[in-house]
Protein backbone atom coordinates (compact mmCIF):
# COMPACT_ATOMS: atom_id res chain seq x y z
CA UNK A 1 0.00 0.00 0.00
CA UNK A 2 1.35 3.46 -0.74
CA UNK A 3 2.24 5.89 2.08
CA UNK A 4 -0.44 8.24 0.87
CA UNK A 5 -3.02 5.45 0.63
CA UNK A 6 -2.75 4.53 4.25
CA UNK A 7 -2.78 7.77 5.32
CA UNK A 8 -5.92 8.67 3.93
CA UNK A 9 -7.22 5.32 5.18
CA UNK A 10 -5.87 6.48 8.79
CA UNK A 11 -8.06 9.77 8.11
CA UNK A 12 -10.91 8.62 7.20
CA UNK A 13 -10.84 6.02 10.21
CA UNK A 14 -10.36 9.20 12.53
CA UNK A 15 -13.31 11.16 10.83
CA UNK A 16 -16.10 8.59 10.62
CA UNK A 17 -18.45 11.11 8.94
CA UNK A 18 -21.81 10.07 7.46
CA UNK A 19 -23.58 6.74 7.53
CA UNK A 20 -21.69 3.84 6.76
CA UNK A 21 -22.01 3.09 3.06
CA UNK A 22 -20.61 6.80 2.78
CA UNK A 23 -17.99 6.03 4.61
CA UNK A 24 -16.80 2.88 2.49
CA UNK A 25 -17.61 4.72 -0.10
CA UNK A 26 -14.63 7.66 0.96
CA UNK A 27 -12.63 5.33 1.79
CA UNK A 28 -12.50 3.57 -2.12
CA UNK A 29 -12.52 6.42 -3.43
CA UNK A 30 -9.69 8.36 -1.73
CA UNK A 31 -7.64 5.07 -1.95
CA UNK A 32 -7.96 5.47 -5.93
CA UNK A 33 -7.07 8.89 -5.98
CA UNK A 34 -3.77 8.05 -3.97
CA UNK A 35 -3.12 5.20 -6.73
CA UNK A 36 -4.01 7.50 -9.83
CA UNK A 37 -1.79 10.56 -8.23
CA UNK A 38 1.16 7.98 -7.77
CA UNK A 39 0.78 5.69 -11.31
CA UNK A 40 -1.50 7.25 -13.66
CA UNK A 41 -0.09 11.12 -13.02
CA UNK A 42 2.96 10.47 -11.16
CA UNK A 43 3.09 12.52 -8.54
CA UNK A 44 4.62 11.62 -5.40
CA UNK A 45 3.25 13.21 -2.22
CA UNK A 46 4.76 11.83 0.85
CA UNK A 47 1.89 12.27 3.14
CA UNK A 48 -1.47 13.41 3.09
CA UNK A 49 -1.01 17.40 3.71
CA UNK A 50 0.83 17.49 0.40
CA UNK A 51 -2.21 18.09 -1.47
CA UNK A 52 -1.97 21.24 -3.81
CA UNK A 53 -4.32 22.44 -6.70
CA UNK A 54 -2.19 21.56 -9.28
CA UNK A 55 -3.36 17.88 -8.13
CA UNK A 56 -6.54 18.37 -8.13
CA UNK A 57 -6.72 19.95 -11.59
CA UNK A 58 -5.18 16.73 -12.87
CA UNK A 59 -7.66 14.56 -11.49
CA UNK A 60 -10.29 16.69 -12.26
CA UNK A 61 -8.75 16.58 -15.86
CA UNK A 62 -8.07 13.12 -15.61
CA UNK A 63 -12.03 12.10 -14.57
CA UNK A 64 -13.35 14.03 -17.24
CA UNK A 65 -12.22 12.36 -19.96
CA UNK A 66 -12.72 8.36 -18.54
CA UNK A 67 -15.99 8.92 -16.14
CA UNK A 68 -19.35 10.26 -16.08
CA UNK A 69 -20.23 13.77 -14.78
CA UNK A 70 -21.98 11.97 -11.57
CA UNK A 71 -18.51 10.33 -10.62
CA UNK A 72 -16.78 13.04 -11.25
CA UNK A 73 -18.86 14.70 -8.29
CA UNK A 74 -18.67 12.08 -6.14
CA UNK A 75 -15.17 11.98 -6.61
CA UNK A 76 -14.70 15.80 -5.74
CA UNK A 77 -16.60 15.51 -2.55
CA UNK A 78 -14.33 13.11 -1.28
CA UNK A 79 -10.80 15.07 -2.37
CA UNK A 80 -13.02 18.24 -0.27
CA UNK A 81 -13.73 16.52 2.74
CA UNK A 82 -9.57 15.36 2.14
CA UNK A 83 -9.05 18.97 2.32
CA UNK A 84 -11.22 20.21 4.61
CA UNK A 85 -9.78 17.44 6.99
CA UNK A 86 -6.12 18.46 6.70
CA UNK A 87 -6.69 22.42 7.46
CA UNK A 88 -6.65 23.10 3.25
CA UNK A 89 -10.01 23.91 2.33
CA UNK A 90 -9.41 26.18 -0.17
CA UNK A 91 -7.60 23.43 -2.19
CA UNK A 92 -10.42 22.67 -3.32
CA UNK A 93 -12.91 25.36 -5.48
CA UNK A 94 -16.25 25.44 -3.21
CA UNK A 95 -18.64 24.41 -6.41
CA UNK A 96 -18.16 22.35 -9.31
CA UNK A 97 -18.65 24.61 -12.27
CA UNK A 98 -15.13 26.19 -10.90
CA UNK A 99 -13.72 22.71 -11.80
CA UNK A 100 -15.85 22.98 -15.31
CA UNK A 101 -17.59 19.65 -13.82
CA UNK A 102 -21.73 20.35 -15.42
CA UNK A 103 -24.74 19.27 -14.49
CA UNK A 104 -25.59 15.30 -14.12
CA UNK A 105 -27.56 14.23 -17.11
CA UNK A 106 -30.15 11.78 -16.07
CA UNK A 107 -31.81 9.28 -18.44
CA UNK A 108 -35.37 10.55 -17.43
CA UNK A 109 -37.84 8.28 -19.34
CA UNK A 110 -36.25 4.87 -19.17
CA UNK A 111 -37.95 3.26 -16.52
CA UNK A 112 -35.94 1.32 -13.59
CA UNK A 113 -39.01 0.24 -11.33
CA UNK A 114 -39.42 -3.25 -10.31
CA UNK A 115 -42.58 -4.71 -10.44
CA UNK A 116 -44.15 -7.40 -8.73
CA UNK A 117 -40.86 -8.35 -6.50
CA UNK A 118 -42.15 -11.74 -4.53
CA UNK A 119 -41.14 -13.85 -6.40
CA UNK A 120 -37.33 -12.88 -5.89
CA UNK A 121 -37.85 -12.29 -2.19
CA UNK A 122 -39.06 -15.43 -1.75
CA UNK A 123 -35.49 -16.67 -2.61
CA UNK A 124 -34.16 -14.31 0.22
CA UNK A 125 -33.05 -16.68 3.20
CA UNK A 126 -32.77 -14.51 6.04
CA UNK A 127 -36.06 -12.79 7.16
CA UNK A 128 -35.23 -9.31 8.13
CA UNK A 129 -33.66 -8.55 4.65
CA UNK A 130 -37.30 -10.25 3.12
CA UNK A 131 -39.27 -7.57 5.71
CA UNK A 132 -36.90 -4.98 4.28
CA UNK A 133 -37.85 -5.35 0.91
CA UNK A 134 -41.41 -5.59 1.58
CA UNK A 135 -41.16 -2.60 3.62
CA UNK A 136 -38.98 -1.21 0.51
CA UNK A 137 -42.08 -2.11 -1.87
CA UNK A 138 -44.60 -1.11 0.28
CA UNK A 139 -43.23 2.32 1.34
CA UNK A 140 -40.59 3.34 -1.15
CA UNK A 141 -37.96 3.29 1.95
CA UNK A 142 -34.36 3.38 1.24
CA UNK A 143 -32.08 0.11 1.79
CA UNK A 144 -30.73 1.75 5.45
CA UNK A 145 -34.38 3.37 6.34
CA UNK A 146 -35.80 0.09 5.96
CA UNK A 147 -32.97 -1.48 8.30
CA UNK A 148 -33.15 1.25 10.94
CA UNK A 149 -36.96 1.58 10.84
CA UNK A 150 -38.61 0.58 14.30
CA UNK A 151 -42.01 0.01 12.56
CA UNK A 152 -44.10 -0.29 16.16
CA UNK A 153 -42.88 3.31 16.52
CA UNK A 154 -43.58 4.60 13.29
CA UNK A 155 -47.04 3.20 13.16
CA UNK A 156 -49.76 5.75 13.76
CA UNK A 157 -52.74 4.23 12.10
CA UNK A 158 -53.23 6.31 8.77
CA UNK A 159 -49.34 6.94 8.55
CA UNK A 160 -45.91 6.08 8.68
CA UNK A 161 -43.61 8.11 10.54
CA UNK A 162 -39.76 8.32 10.06
CA UNK A 163 -37.68 9.64 12.52
CA UNK A 164 -34.58 11.58 11.41
CA UNK A 165 -32.16 9.03 12.46
CA UNK A 166 -33.05 6.59 10.61
CA UNK A 167 -33.55 8.68 7.15
CA UNK A 168 -30.62 10.27 4.79
CA UNK A 169 -29.29 13.72 5.97
CA UNK A 170 -31.43 13.51 8.97
CA UNK A 171 -34.59 14.49 6.74
CA UNK A 172 -38.03 12.93 8.65
CA UNK A 173 -41.16 12.31 6.74
CA UNK A 174 -44.32 10.78 6.76
CA UNK A 175 -46.06 8.52 4.49
CA UNK A 176 -49.56 7.56 4.50
CA UNK A 177 -50.85 4.58 4.83
CA UNK A 178 -53.34 3.85 1.95
CA UNK A 179 -53.78 0.31 1.16
CA UNK A 180 -54.90 -3.20 3.27
CA UNK A 181 -51.40 -4.30 1.66
CA UNK A 182 -49.65 -1.90 3.56
CA UNK A 183 -51.16 -2.55 6.35
CA UNK A 184 -50.05 -6.19 6.19
CA UNK A 185 -46.37 -5.77 5.53
CA UNK A 186 -46.38 -3.19 8.08
CA UNK A 187 -48.31 -5.51 11.01
CA UNK A 188 -46.10 -8.42 9.93
CA UNK A 189 -42.59 -6.18 10.59
CA UNK A 190 -44.08 -5.10 13.79
CA UNK A 191 -44.14 -8.79 14.60
CA UNK A 192 -40.63 -9.31 13.35
CA UNK A 193 -39.36 -6.58 14.97
CA UNK A 194 -41.12 -7.15 18.22
CA UNK A 195 -40.89 -3.56 19.04
CA UNK A 196 -37.15 -2.70 18.06
CA UNK A 197 -35.80 -2.08 14.30
CA UNK A 198 -35.45 -4.85 11.21
CA UNK A 199 -32.08 -5.78 12.37
CA UNK A 200 -31.27 -8.44 14.26
CA UNK A 201 -30.16 -7.46 17.64
CA UNK A 202 -26.90 -9.29 17.37
CA UNK A 203 -25.76 -8.07 14.38
CA UNK A 204 -23.91 -4.76 13.88
CA UNK A 205 -25.24 -2.57 10.95
CA UNK A 206 -22.21 -2.94 8.98
CA UNK A 207 -22.52 -6.79 9.57
CA UNK A 208 -26.71 -6.56 8.16
CA UNK A 209 -25.76 -4.30 5.45
CA UNK A 210 -22.85 -7.38 4.22
CA UNK A 211 -26.07 -9.69 4.60
CA UNK A 212 -28.29 -7.79 2.90
CA UNK A 213 -25.97 -7.51 -0.26
CA UNK A 214 -25.32 -11.23 0.00
CA UNK A 215 -29.05 -12.30 -0.14
CA UNK A 216 -30.10 -9.68 -2.33
CA UNK A 217 -27.39 -10.75 -4.95
CA UNK A 218 -28.23 -14.36 -4.57
CA UNK A 219 -31.63 -13.29 -5.00
CA UNK A 220 -31.47 -11.36 -8.31
CA UNK A 221 -32.60 -8.21 -6.57
CA UNK A 222 -29.23 -6.42 -6.28
CA UNK A 223 -30.42 -2.83 -7.02
CA UNK A 224 -33.42 -2.64 -4.85
CA UNK A 225 -33.39 1.29 -5.22
CA UNK A 226 -35.83 -0.12 -8.15
CA UNK A 227 -38.99 -0.69 -5.53
CA UNK A 228 -38.74 3.15 -4.84
CA UNK A 229 -39.12 3.97 -8.32
CA UNK A 230 -41.99 1.37 -8.68
CA UNK A 231 -43.27 2.82 -5.22
CA UNK A 232 -42.86 6.70 -7.11
CA UNK A 233 -44.86 5.13 -9.82
CA UNK A 234 -47.64 3.61 -8.73
CA UNK A 235 -48.14 6.73 -6.29
CA UNK A 236 -48.14 9.24 -9.37
CA UNK A 237 -50.91 7.06 -10.99
CA UNK A 238 -53.14 6.93 -8.46
CA UNK A 239 -52.22 10.85 -7.80
CA UNK A 240 -53.05 11.58 -11.35
CA UNK A 241 -54.86 9.06 -12.58
CA UNK A 242 -52.26 8.58 -15.79
CA UNK A 243 -49.20 6.42 -15.84
CA UNK A 244 -45.48 8.42 -15.20
CA UNK A 245 -43.34 8.88 -18.35
CA UNK A 246 -41.01 6.30 -17.34
CA UNK A 247 -44.20 3.99 -17.21
CA UNK A 248 -44.95 4.75 -20.62
CA UNK A 249 -47.57 7.46 -19.79
CA UNK A 250 -47.43 10.92 -21.62
CA UNK A 251 -44.85 13.40 -21.82
CA UNK A 252 -45.46 16.66 -20.12
CA UNK A 253 -45.78 18.64 -23.06
CA UNK A 254 -48.27 16.48 -24.34
CA UNK A 255 -50.54 17.32 -21.12
CA UNK A 256 -53.93 19.49 -21.09
CA UNK A 257 -53.05 22.46 -18.50
CA UNK A 258 -55.43 20.76 -15.93
CA UNK A 259 -53.07 17.75 -16.49
CA UNK A 260 -49.81 19.46 -15.76
CA UNK A 261 -51.66 20.88 -12.64
CA UNK A 262 -52.08 17.63 -11.51
CA UNK A 263 -48.25 16.14 -12.67
CA UNK A 264 -46.70 18.86 -10.36
CA UNK A 265 -48.34 18.84 -7.50
CA UNK A 266 -48.00 14.72 -7.59
CA UNK A 267 -44.35 15.43 -7.95
CA UNK A 268 -44.28 17.64 -4.89
CA UNK A 269 -46.37 15.07 -2.86
CA UNK A 270 -44.01 12.38 -4.12
CA UNK A 271 -41.12 14.00 -3.32
CA UNK A 272 -41.96 14.91 -0.13
CA UNK A 273 -42.60 10.60 0.46
CA UNK A 274 -39.38 9.51 -1.27
CA UNK A 275 -37.87 12.15 1.22
CA UNK A 276 -36.11 14.67 -1.11
CA UNK A 277 -36.72 18.58 -1.18
CA UNK A 278 -36.44 18.74 -5.03
CA UNK A 279 -38.74 18.04 -7.52
CA UNK A 280 -35.69 16.74 -9.98
CA UNK A 281 -34.90 14.42 -7.90
CA UNK A 282 -38.35 12.22 -9.25
CA UNK A 283 -36.35 11.48 -12.22
CA UNK A 284 -38.28 7.75 -11.13
CA UNK A 285 -41.25 9.08 -13.00
CA UNK A 286 -39.68 10.40 -16.10
CA UNK A 287 -40.77 14.00 -17.75
Not at 229 to 237: C, D, I, L, M, V
Amino acid sequence: MLDLEYGLLQLTRQHRDGSYGTQRERRRTLSLVARQLYRTLNYRLPNIRSLKPKHVAALVALWKNTVSVATQKNRIAALRWWADKVGKRNIVPTTNAQLGVGKRAYRFNVSKAIHHPELAIQRVKDPHVAMGLRLQEAFGLRRAEAMKLRPSQADHGHYLELKSAWCKGGRPRVIPIRTAQQRAVLDQAKALARGGSLMPSHKSYREQVHTWEYQTTRAGLSHTHGLRHAYAQQRYFELTGFKAPAAGGPRRFALSTDQQRLDTAARVQIAEELGHSRIAITHYLGR
